[in-house]
């Protein structure tokens, strides 16, 4: 914890609650292209050594099961201050939510790529404005899946800061990290591979149609199935009655790595939705040379009109049926 006058009051277990969750979102330039710039976060960078900051700014390696990778990772320290970093490969995961690119946390177990690097220093000081090279290995295990596996090399700080501290909260302490993304092609067949499913519309109109624009929000899931890292787009196609087409659009906000074997959960806004209509909505995804499609129907209506024109009819054919009934009785007892 760290030390001072108000010493944080956090239990151990939600300090590694905020440590995982820390972990879990650490998003490293998730929607740009993997040529983008090193890992940096102001006070400390990431990056593959002997190279120009951000000319390589992931390392990309390429082996066979029971091969042993070489490489190197710089840690540069921006700060007046030195500073202390664990060192730790971690796995590489896409968060649910947005398909951001993330990694596992120190305390998570890791089961791939990162359990496959061994940095030859796991703590490193580096001085004030300086950088520091620390080589590692990467040993693929000879029963390694062919295809695609993403991790990366993580400098964790050791400072514990604190944050949330208040008159009504609990202090906690957390610590921050900067990862350099590590993609590794292992050796055989490559198999693309890509699904859409689940696609469910929700549907947001007005009671009375014309009085405000409708709104509907498509989602959908996007499943990488095969073992090679995907950089999908998706077009949204949406068919009213008759085969009328309403909306075609590229949708956006995807990411740029869908890694293998990971499934993201996304949505798609359709402002001016229809009022009174019924038809289909089509995502299609492509990447590389795969192409999937998902479809789910809708039936729009204007829910209050026709509400009130049902029981105005309801009790027009109830008035006319209690007519005839007196009628009939006249009629009897004439």
């Known amino acids: 914890m760290t030390k001072g006058p108000a010493p944080v009051r956090t239990p151990y277990a939600l300090l590694r609650h905020v440590l995982a969750l820390l972990g879990a979102l650490l998003l490293l330039g998730a929607q740009e292209a993997?040529?983008?710039?090193?890992?940096?976060?102001?006070?400390?960078?990431?990056?593959p050594a002997a190279s120009q900051l951000g000319s390589r700014p992931y390392f990309h390696l390429s082996g066979d099961p029971g091969d042993t990778l070489t490489d190197r990772v710089t840690v540069a320290n921006k700060t007046a201050a030195p500073l202390t970093?664990?060192?730790?490969?971690?796995?590489?995961?896409n968060?649910?939510?947005?398909?951001?690119?993330?990694?596992?946390?120190?305390?998570?177990?890791?089961?791939?790529?990162?359990?496959?690097i061994r940095p030859a220093r796991d703590r490193v000081t580096v001085p004030p404005r300086s950088a520091v090279t620390v080589p590692y290995t990467l040993t693929v295990p000879a029963t390694a899946e062919p295809g695609d596996h993403a991790g990366a090399?993580?400098?964790?700080?050791?400072?514990?800061a604190r944050a949330g501290a208040g008159r009504d909260s609990v202090a906690l302490g957390v610590q921050r990290a900067v990862a350099a993304r590590v993609y590794l092609r292992v050796g055989g067949p490559t198999v693309p591979a890509?699904?859409?499913?689940?696609?469910?519309?929700?549907?947001?109109?007005?009671?009375?149609?014309?009085?405000?624009?409708?709104?509907?929000?498509?989602?959908?899931?996007?499943?990488?199935?095969?073992?090679?890292?995907l950089d999908p787009r998706v077009a949204l196609r949406a068919e009213g009655a008759f085969g009328r087409t309403l909306l075609t659009r590229d949708l956006g906000r995807l990411p740029a790595a869908l890694l293998p074997r990971q499934k993201i959960r996304l949505t798609a806004?359709?402002?001016?939705?229809?009022?009174?209509?019924?038809?289909?909505?089509?995502?299609?995804?492509?990447?590389?040379?795969?192409?999937?499609?998902?479809?789910?129907?809708?039936?729009a209506l204007p829910w209050l009109p026709l509400a009130v024109l049902l029981t105005g009819a309801a009790g027009g054919a109830f008035a006319l049926r209690l007519?005839?009934?007196r009628s009939a009785r006249g009629d009897a007892s004439t």
Do not use: C, M
């Open 85 to 93: 970093f664990l060192l730790y490969g971690a796995d590489a995961y």
């Open 95 to 116: 968060t649910e939510r947005d398909g951001g690119f993330a990694v596992r946390t120190r305390q998570e177990k890791q089961t791939g790529t990162g359990a496959w």
């Open 269 to 299: 806004e359709w402002t001016g939705s229809p009022q009174l209509d019924w038809g289909d909505v089509t995502l299609t995804a492509t990447a590389q040379d795969v192409r999937e499609s998902g479809r789910v129907g809708f039936l």
């Open 153 to 160: 090399l993580v400098a964790l700080d050791e400072r514990i």
């Open 323 to 325: 007519r005839r009934r």
């Open 34 to 47: 993997p040529a983008a710039s090193a890992a940096d976060n102001g006070e400390w960078a990431v990056y």
């Open 194 to 229: 890509l699904s859409v499913e689940d696609v469910t519309l929700s549907q947001d109109r007005p009671l009375v149609p014309g009085t405000r624009t409708s709104r509907a929000v498509v989602s959908y899931t996007l499943h990488n199935r095969g073992n090679v890292t």
